[in-house]
Structure formats: C-alpha cells, structure tokens
C-alpha cells in the first residue's frame, strides 16, 4: 500500500486541532524573518527582507556590495585611539549578522573575526 502524506498530514492536523486551539495557516511562507520558498527542486530559506530592514535600520543602504565578506588572511586588532564609547549599536549589528547566519554561512567566518571585538569595536 502506497504512503500517502497528505492524508497523514491531515490526520495530524486533526489530532492536534483535539487537543489545542489552533488554526492552520497553510504552507509555511516566512517565519522568524526567514522567507521560505518551496518548489519541486528543494527548500530554500532567504533572509533578503531582513537583511535590507537592517541595511536601512543601521544607516548602510547607500554601501557598496562585495562579493567576498572579508579577505583572506586579514589580521584585526584593537586600535586604542578610534575605540567607541557606546558599543551597544556594536553589539546589535554583530547579533544581527550572527542570525543572518541562518541562511547565508559563508559569513559565519566574518561575523566570527569581528565579534571577537564586541568589548573594543
């Protein structure tokens, strides 16, 4: 006998509609500020509208786009004389781009080499 997951999808639905209150919203579209598309060839999870609200957010939407996040080799450290007074506005863009890696690891490295400064920025 051929599985059939809608059916076992709408008995799910059923049984848990017995024991909550709750109310089906169809196919999952966007969640936690994480766009879902689905199609026939895969899943994929965008954080465009995100990014942009944060672009706009921290005053960045004029910046210019790179393709590579940062360079390789690249050694950072604390310059004492340009250090911030107040790294709270630090702090939430790096919390910012650390969920930004959710769906775009390849910034983990970046985010990773810059948060290491969170005390100093």
Same mark, same amino acid.
């Given at each position: 006998?051929?599985?059939? &997951?809608?059916?076992?999808?709408?008995?799910?639905?059923?049984?848990?509609?017995?024991?909550?209150?709750?109310?089906?919203?169809?196919?999952?579209?966007?969640?936690?500020?994480?766009?879902?598309?689905?199609?026939?060839?895969?899943?994929?999870?965008?954080?465009?509208?995100?990014?942009?609200?944060?672009? &706009?957010?921290?005053?960045?939407?004029? %910046?210019?786009?790179? &393709?590579?996040?940062?360079?390789?080799?690249?050694?950072?450290?604390?310059?004492?004389?340009?250090?911030?007074?107040?790294?709270?506005? %630090?702090?939430?863009?790096?919390?910012?781009?650390?969920?930004?890696?959710?769906?775009?690891?390849?910034?983990?490295?970046?985010?990773?080499?810059?948060?290491?400064?969170?005390?100093?920025?």
């Amino acid at each position: 006998m051929p599985h059939n &997951s809608d059916v076992d999808i709408s008995d799910l639905k059923k049984f848990l509609k017995q024991k909550f209150m709750m109310k089906d919203l169809g196919k999952l579209r966007y969640f936690l500020s994480i766009e879902v598309i689905q199609s026939p060839k895969g899943t994929w999870l965008l954080q465009r509208q995100y990014a942009l609200n944060k672009l &706009s957010e921290y005053g960045m939407t004029g %910046c210019k786009p790179i &393709s590579i996040p940062l360079q390789q080799n690249v050694k950072l450290n604390v310059n004492e004389e340009n250090l911030m007074k107040d790294t709270t506005m %630090c702090n939430h863009i790096i919390g910012s781009l650390i969920y930004m890696t959710i769906t775009r690891p390849d910034l983990s490295y970046a985010i990773g080499m810059v948060s290491q400064f969170m005390q100093t920025p």
